[in-house]
Nanobody, 126 residues
Framework: QVRLVESGGGLVQAGGSLRLSCVASGITFNRYNIGWFRQAPGQERKFVAGISWNGISLYSDFVEGRFTISRDNANNSASLQMNSLQSEDTANYYC????????????????????WGQGTQVTVSS
């Protein structure tokens, strides 16, 4: 059974930092691309950042330079370091995974991913 569990969300002041983690089980992690998405109330889920099975990262324009995605294959985990947080970053953040056999490069659309976590809430106060 595939499971993705996010953690690290919380309440932070504008300009602060948070580090989100996603721990996977039930998959051969080093063969999977990982993506982070976010969804604010009343809005669609949006791509934030992704990292391919071989370590190539991709960022959305609105987080480029502030967020850093990384992966630790030995621990079946991926992280999203978020710096210089702004109120617009307030959202529920989701981790997603897809096998490189299905999608070889980092996808930016929801349907590029097969597995999803339950999300972790990030709230940035201004």
């Amino acid at each position: 059974q595939v499971r993705l569990v996010e953690s690290g969300g919380g309440l932070v002041q504008a300009g602060g930092s948070l580090r989100l983690s996603c721990v996977a089980s039930g998959i051969t992690f080093n063969r999977y691309n990982i993506g982070w998405f976010r969804q604010a109330p009343g809005q669609e889920r949006k791509f934030v950042a992704g990292i391919s099975w071989n370590g190539i990262s991709l960022y959305s324009d609105f987080v480029e330079g502030r967020f850093t995605i990384s992966r630790d294959n030995a621990n079946n985990s991926a992280s999203l370091q978020m710096n210089s947080l702004q109120s617009e970053d307030t959202a529920n953040y989701y981790c997603a995974a897809v096998s490189k056999e299905v999608v070889e490069v980092v996808g930016t659309r929801e349907h590029d991913y097969d597995w999803w976590g339950q999300g972790t809430q990030v709230t940035v106060s201004s």
